[in-house]
């Protein structure tokens, strides 16, 4: 099993609960723009990334994937998960629903 967090707001963590993610629409927690149509997760700092919401009341989900989902990249291949990564041609969120 793998283990990743989501980190966000409690009210929001009430709306994934009960609807599932959903790809950001609206905007960003940064002052860059994150990648349109993705939701993030994290190892290691979703409370980080909880923490940038405005609200003293934040939440981390935890998200089990078993290891036989999770794709597996071949070194040789590396360049080309790259490119297909940053032109949105993959899409691990519909893997996961």
């Known amino acids: 099993m793998v283990i990743i967090f989501h980190g966000t707001s409690a009210q929001k963590a009430r709306e994934i609960m009960r609807s599932g993610f959903r790809a950001d629409r609206r905007r960003a927690n940064w002052n860059i723009r994150s990648k349109r149509g993705l939701v993030y ?44 990564l940053e032109t949105g041609q993959i899409d691990f969120i519909r893997t996961y629903k």
């Open 41 to 84: 997760f994290s190892y290691a700092y979703a409370t980080f990334f909880a923490m940038k919401h405005k609200t003293d009341e934040l939440a981390l989900i935890k998200v089990n994937i078993p290891r036989y989902k999770m794709p597996v990249i071949e070194p040789k291949d590396m360049n080309d998960f790259q490119h297909r």
